[in-house]
């Protein structure tokens, strides 16, 4: 059986640590750790979680250095064959790690893998953050089955019969190989928040492995407690980010023609925003931008940098425009696009 090292990052988050972390512990598997890492919390999160979850490995910095800092450097300290990152606000069924065991082991290409992930205040609801695996369209838009922007589907297991491979996993609950995550140089810690995992899955697939949905494996999150859902700080992360991830992962090609157009696409949803009377959103794209540009040289170095290749076509990767058969065509579920 596969070693999970279970890694949770926590800034000032005890409230929901009381809430979620049992339900970890108590996980039924016979081969894993829990790692805590604590981001300079000030509110008894060490003193708590030493009390009562004592088999807990805690490992405290000096700062916050969010999600993607904070998982980097407890990622020193795991041991088992696979890390798993899993947010402080993540409840998980007893026996979640033997059905990752299995993708794990039933093909040595699965570089990193998803539970089922739905809502925990409405738990017949797929979550926004992953539900059944996480794909993109050939601008980069994101999208789950069971999640397409906004839209969010019952779970009617209408998904468990595909057990299959995905693009992206959830960074709320996201298993990857310890050896690879470390190959690969763990999450970019310039993103702060938000695509962060899928940039790295980006570059999980490039790498040559396979991420995998496992729809045996559930896990109920809270969602929206670093940022909330609309929140310009959000907004501003969500586009920044995205422009980041293109041009780190794009091919020469899509770089060259699809890179424009996904710029123009941001374009018109600002002004749909301003024009909607949402002022805020429109600054947080326009910022997220600006900064973005100012960045540039910095984004390309890594790009240069990077000896991984960068393929057109990508498992999970479509070739179709989400927004237009989104917004026009009304097509708000996976099965819809996909037919």
Same mark, same amino acid.
């Given at each position: 059986?596969?070693?999970?090292?279970?890694?949770?990052?926590?800034?000032?988050?005890?409230?929901?640590?009381?809430?979620?972390?049992?339900?970890?512990?108590?996980?039924?598997?016979?081969?894993?750790?829990?790692?805590?890492?604590?981001?300079?919390?000030?509110?008894?999160?060490?003193?708590?979680?030493?009390?009562?979850?004592?088999?807990?490995?805690?490992?405290?910095?000096?700062?916050?250095?969010?999600?993607?800092?904070?998982?980097?450097?407890?990622?020193?300290?795991?041991?088992?064959?696979?890390?798993?990152?899993?947010?402080?606000?993540?409840?998980?069924?007893?026996?979640?790690?033997?059905?990752?065991?299995?993708?794990?082991?039933?093909?040595?290409?699965?570089?990193?893998?998803?539970?089922?992930?739905?809502?925990?205040?409405?738990?017949?609801?797929?979550?926004?953050?992953?539900?059944?695996?996480?794909?993109?369209?050939?601008?980069?838009?994101? @999208?789950? %089955?069971?999640? =397409?922007?906004?839209? +969010?589907?019952?779970?009617?297991?209408?998904?468990?019969?595909?057990?299959? #491979? $995905?693009?992206?996993?959830?960074?709320?609950?996201?298993?990857?190989?310890?050896?690879?995550?470390?190959?690969?140089?763990?999450?970019?810690?310039?993103?702060?928040?938000?695509?962060?995992?899928?940039?790295?899955?980006?570059?999980?697939?490039?790498?040559?492995?396979?991420?995998?949905?496992?729809?045996?494996?559930?896990?109920?999150?809270?969602?929206?407690?670093?940022?909330?859902?609309?929140?310009?700080?959000?907004?501003?992360?969500?586009?920044?980010?995205?422009?980041?991830?293109?041009?780190?992962?794009?091919?020469?090609?899509?770089? @060259?023609? %699809?890179?424009? =157009?996904?710029?123009? +696409?941001?374009?018109?949803?600002?002004?749909?925003?301003?024009?909607?009377? #949402? $002022?805020?959103?429109?600054?947080?794209?326009?910022?997220?931008?600006?900064?973005?540009?100012?960045?540039?040289?910095?984004?390309?170095?890594?790009?240069?940098?990077?000896?991984?290749?960068?393929?057109?076509?990508?498992?999970?990767?479509?070739?179709?425009?989400?927004?237009?058969?989104?917004?026009?065509?009304?097509?708000?579920?996976?099965?819809?696009?996909?037919?």
């Amino acid at each position: 059986m596969k070693g999970f090292s279970i890694i949770i990052v926590t800034w000032n988050g005890l409230h929901h640590l009381k809430t979620f972390l049992p339900s970890v512990c108590a996980t039924n598997y016979p081969n894993f750790e829990i790692i805590l890492a604590d981001n300079a919390s000030t509110d008894g999160t060490v003193e708590w979680v030493s009390e009562h979850f004592p088999e807990v490995i805690i490992k405290t910095f000096d700062d916050n250095y969010g999600y993607c800092g904070g998982n980097n450097r407890a990622a020193e300290f795991a041991s088992k064959e696979i890390m798993l990152f899993l947010n402080n606000d993540v409840e998980v069924s007893p026996n979640w790690l033997n059905a990752l065991n299995r993708t794990f082991i039933q093909d040595e290409q699965i570089g990193a893998a998803q539970p089922k992930m739905l809502a925990y205040q409405q738990k017949d609801y797929f979550e926004y953050a992953g539900a059944a695996g996480g794909f993109i369209d050939k601008y980069g838009y994101p @999208f789950c %089955r069971g999640r =397409v922007f906004d839209h +969010l589907e019952k779970d009617y297991q209408q998904y468990d019969h595909e057990n299959r #491979n $995905i693009f992206w996993a959830s960074g709320a609950a996201l298993a990857i190989k310890s050896d690879l995550f470390l190959q690969l140089g763990g999450f970019d810690e310039d993103f702060e928040f938000h695509m962060e995992e899928i940039d790295l899955c980006w570059r999980v697939h490039r790498a040559g492995y396979k991420i995998h949905y496992t729809p045996e494996s559930i896990v109920y999150h809270l969602g929206g407690g670093s940022l909330p859902m609309g929140s310009p700080r959000k907004v501003y992360y969500n586009f920044r980010n995205n422009l980041f991830m293109l041009w780190k992962n794009y091919s020469t090609y899509e770089l @060259f023609f %699809r890179f424009p =157009v996904r710029l123009k +696409l941001d374009v018109i949803a600002a002004y749909r925003a301003l024009f909607s009377g #949402n $002022i805020k959103e429109f600054g947080a794209i326009a910022k997220a931008h600006l900064h973005f540009f100012k960045s540039l040289n910095q984004v390309q170095r890594k790009r240069s940098n990077s000896e991984i290749p960068r393929p057109k076509s990508i498992t999970g990767k479509y070739n179709f425009i989400l927004v237009w058969r989104y917004f026009v065509y009304g097509q708000k579920t996976f099965n819809d696009l996909l037919h």
